[in-house]
């Protein structure tokens, strides 16, 4: 069997993908080999190289349960604070974050993810904030010092939990899965004519799906999925009682305040572009303005 017969059945396996269940596929494709590899039929080392993109494409098209999203997510923070340390300088803020983040979520289409939802405070002077998969929320001191109000927090806040509520990462890592499962096809065609173990091969498709999750991080979201959080935000402010055209007013504050280049200059859209998609929604949302009544608490809160 020779390796343009390979690739043939890797196209096969992902074009049944398409019109049918990928798994299903992907389960017959990995048995059928190793039969047809025991039997002689074909080199053992070609039915193995099989197996392995069979289980590369089928892998890719599984659905993470809460749990692997809550764990990714994770590994994520954990990636995240190799660089910044969290701050436990003011406790009492960050439980004041955490009440927001609760009033966002619980008025929410997912008020529920596993192990909840939880923010804290890196304890940095620039201007940022990440939200991993599974309800991990990191939002730094500069931008904390931006924020000229409870609402604008809270727009700060609810963009990152429209980021989880979306998504957003795991359909990246999923996105980038399916990539890296018909890369690993074309290493198992190697590695069958170099005689390389399943394993190692194994190995090679799990340490990509970690480096993905490290770009996810470094790289930021993609633009539209920027403008789309920022679109969600409002609704989830709405939903709990905030003004949402504080998201408009804390963008403008950023966009005076953020340096280019680094932090959410270097991971998000700029200011100006998210402000005109806002802009266009924020009008449709009819919501008293009590946020005079809360700026006694952020101020003591923030001071």
Not at 57 to 81: K, S, W
Not at 256 to 282: C, D, L, W, Y
Request: hydrophobic share 45%; charged share 15%; aromatic share 6%.
């Amino acid at each position: 069997m020779n390796t343009k017969v390979y690739k043939i059945l890797i196209i096969f396996i992902i074009f049944a993908c398409v019109i049918s269940s990928c798994e299903t596929v992907a389960k017959i494709v990995d048995v059928g080999a190793q039969v047809a590899g025991a039997t002689g039929i074909i080199d053992q080392n070609y039915a193995d190289a099989i197996s392995l993109s069979a289980r590369a494409i089928g892998t890719a098209a599984e659905e993470i349960t809460p749990q692997q999203e809550y764990y990714i997510g994770r590994a994520v923070a954990a990636n995240i604070l190799t660089t910044y340390r969290i701050w436990n300088g003011n406790p009492a803020l960050t439980a004041y974050l955490n009440n927001i983040c609760m009033a966002i979520t619980i008025n929410s289409p997912r008020p529920d993810v596993y192990n909840g939802y939880r923010v804290v405070i890196l304890d940095s002077n620039e201007i940022n904030a990440f939200a991993t998969p599974g309800g991990h929320i990191m939002i730094t001191r500069g931008l904390i010092n931006a924020a000229t109000s409870e609402d604008a927090l809270a727009g700060v806040i609810a963009h990152e939990v429209a980021h989880i509520q979306l998504q957003h990462s795991i359909k990246s890592i999923k996105s980038s899965r399916i990539t890296q499962a018909i890369l690993i096809t074309g290493t198992a065609t190697v590695g069958a004519a170099a005689g390389m173990d399943v394993n190692q091969l194994t190995d090679v498709f799990n340490e990509s799906v970690g480096e993905i999750v490290l770009t996810l991080v470094n790289n930021g979201y993609s633009r539209e999925q920027e403008l789309e959080a920022d679109t969600i935000a409002l609704s989830l402010m709405a939903g709990a009682g905030y003004n949402p055209s504080s998201l408009v007013d804390m963008l403008r504050v950023l966009n005076i305040v953020q340096v280019a280049g680094s932090g959410f200059g270097r991971t998000h859209p700029t200011p100006s572009q998210r402000i005109t998609n806002a802009e266009r929604t924020v009008r449709n949302y009819i919501i008293a303005d009590l946020s005079a009544a809360r700026q006694a608490r952020f101020a003591a809160m923030t001071r």
